[in-house]
């Protein structure tokens, strides 16, 4: 959950709430409701640079992907990466299937497949 790991991440750095909400230009009342899984974290993409950029997290690493992936979800949204390559785009109904254990065909297993291995 994206607001367990800011919460984690934000113990681990020592920055209590108030500061870091301080520091964010955040409500402390509505941060910790993020915190806490009650609300949707900000879907502003600057917003959420400036979060990382507090807790130290390099842009463009794995943490910071899973903080961005985590971040979308949670505000129900897929993420613009994912938006932007419509091959990966088009396999999403066959993703959705294969999670709620419907059986896909041998085609849809070989183009999934493709596409993992491509790094798409």
């Known amino acids: 959950m994206f607001g367990e790991l800011v919460k984690a991440a934000?113990?681990?750095?020592?920055?209590?709430l108030r500061e870091f909400c301080k520091l964010a230009s955040l409500d402390a009342s509505n941060w910790s409701k993020v915190e806490r899984g009650l609300l949707a974290p900000p879907r502003d993409e600057e917003k959420l640079h400036q979060i990382a950029e507090i807790l130290g997290i390099e842009k463009g690493s794995p943490f910071f992907n899973e903080l961005m992936d985590k971040?979308?979800?949670a505000a129900g949204?897929?993420?613009?990466?994912?938006?932007s390559d419509q091959e990966a785009l088009d396999s999403l109904p066959l993703f959705f299937r294969t999670i709620r254990s419907e059986k896909p065909s041998p085609e849809e297993i070989e183009k999934i497949i493709r596409i993992i291995r491509?790094?798409?």
């Open 77 to 83: 949204i897929i993420p613009k990466d994912i938006l």
């Open 118 to 120: 491509e790094g798409k």
């Open 10 to 16: 934000r113990i681990e750095k020592k920055i209590g």
């Open 71 to 73: 971040a979308a979800i």
